[in-house]
């Protein structure tokens, strides 16, 4: 879905609305605050990894 053309610039501009102005955002300005996964397709999986080995080292 995040491949699809168009879709972190609507992600931005929703956003945006949602937050509405409730919390002081500045961040929400920019275009680095939604991004494309910087890790492609593997992203879940490493990030799934990455948080079972934060949770094997915490113990």
């Given at each position: 879905m995040?491949k699809?053309?168009g879709?972190?610039?609507?992600?931005?501009?929703?956003?945006?609305?949602?937050?509405?102005?409730?919390?002081?955002?500045?961040?929400?300005?920019?275009?680095?605050?939604?991004?494309?996964p910087?890790?492609?397709?593997?992203?879940?999986?490493l990030?799934?990894?990455?948080l079972?080995?934060?949770?094997?080292?915490?113990?």
């Amino acid at each position: 879905m995040s491949k699809a053309p168009g879709f972190h610039e609507a992600l931005r501009i929703s956003l945006k609305r949602w937050v509405a102005g409730y919390v002081d955002a500045p961040q929400l300005d920019g275009n680095d605050y939604v991004i494309a996964p910087t890790l492609g397709d593997e992203a879940g999986v490493l990030g799934a990894i990455a948080l079972a080995l934060d949770m094997l080292n915490a113990r």
